[in-house]
């Protein structure tokens, strides 16, 4: 499939999947650098409210951030690069290489938006994932999408694990690029064995601000992750 018809269908559906889109030994390098980092058993840096409330339980690290320069090989792919470019157009940016860790028996992710369309429709962030290990049905973490949502505008109100009829599960394997548009309502399934890695290399459209990220909307609230704090509890309205 070519670039263009690529970027096509992430527009109609809101997400991209790429499988064998990066080497295994590339993958491999990630990972023992990713579990040298976390060791066995990370602590949580967010608030006990948050994981409570969200649903949440993801333990997130900026590896370029730390001096692993490894982590620019992904960043600097022309595949990749020039994918971005078909997407999102000239002046596009990188926001940051985020890689998030969950250990056995967490939440996974609850459904969400990284972002708020109600906030302004055309800004938005790119998530473009990649997956250094297999995500398996006896780990759990698969990611939940919902084909077109990107359009729906702010997601509803409800059950923050509720199963949708038109949900797709993904479950991307080692070496497989994500393109997830930030308005796209997205969940993470429970991690049942093991642990789950992803890695996140966040961009956005030139002119977006830096900060489109800082408060994430759930179905049942509004965080913002600058102040740790619940800004809008949507089952009871303003906090
Ligand atoms: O790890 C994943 O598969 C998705 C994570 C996510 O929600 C995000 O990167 O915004
Ligand atoms: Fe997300």
Wanted: charged share 25%; net charge negative; proline share 5%.
């Amino acid at each position: 499939m070519n670039t263009q018809e690529l970027a096509k269908n992430f527009w109609r559906d809101g997400y991209l999947v790429l499988e064998d889109f990066f080497s295994a030994q590339l993958m491999d390098e990630y990972q023992e650098l990713i579990l040298d980092h976390f060791g066995a058993s990370p602590d949580f840096l967010h608030t006990d409210e948050f994981l409570q409330k969200s649903a949440t339980e993801v333990i997130p690290w900026f590896p370029q951030q730390e001096g692993r320069h490894q982590f620019d090989t992904v960043e600097q792919d022309t595949r990749l690069t020039t994918l971005t470019d078909a997407i999102l157009g000239e002046g596009w940016y990188p926001l940051y290489c985020m890689t998030m860790f969950s250990r056995q028996g967490t939440k996974g992710q609850a459904w969400h938006q990284d972002c708020d369309p109600q906030q302004n429709a055309d800004k938005f962030n790119v998530n473009r994932l990649i997956y250094t290990e297999d995500i398996r049905e006896s780990i759990g973490g698969q990611t939940l999408v919902i084909p077109g949502s990107h359009r729906r505008g702010t997601i509803t109100i409800g059950e923050v694990d509720e199963d949708f009829p038109d949900q797709v599960t993904l479950t991307p394997c080692k070496g497989t690029l994500v393109l997830l548009h930030g308005h796209t309502w997205h969940r993470v399934r429970p991690v049942v064995g093991g642990y789950r890695v992803s890695t996140n290399y966040r961009c956005c459209p030139k002119g977006t601000p830096e900060e489109i990220t800082d408060i994430c909307v759930y179905r049942n609230m509004r965080y913002q992750f600058a102040t740790s704090s619940i800004v809008e509890d949507r089952l009871a309205g303003e906090v």
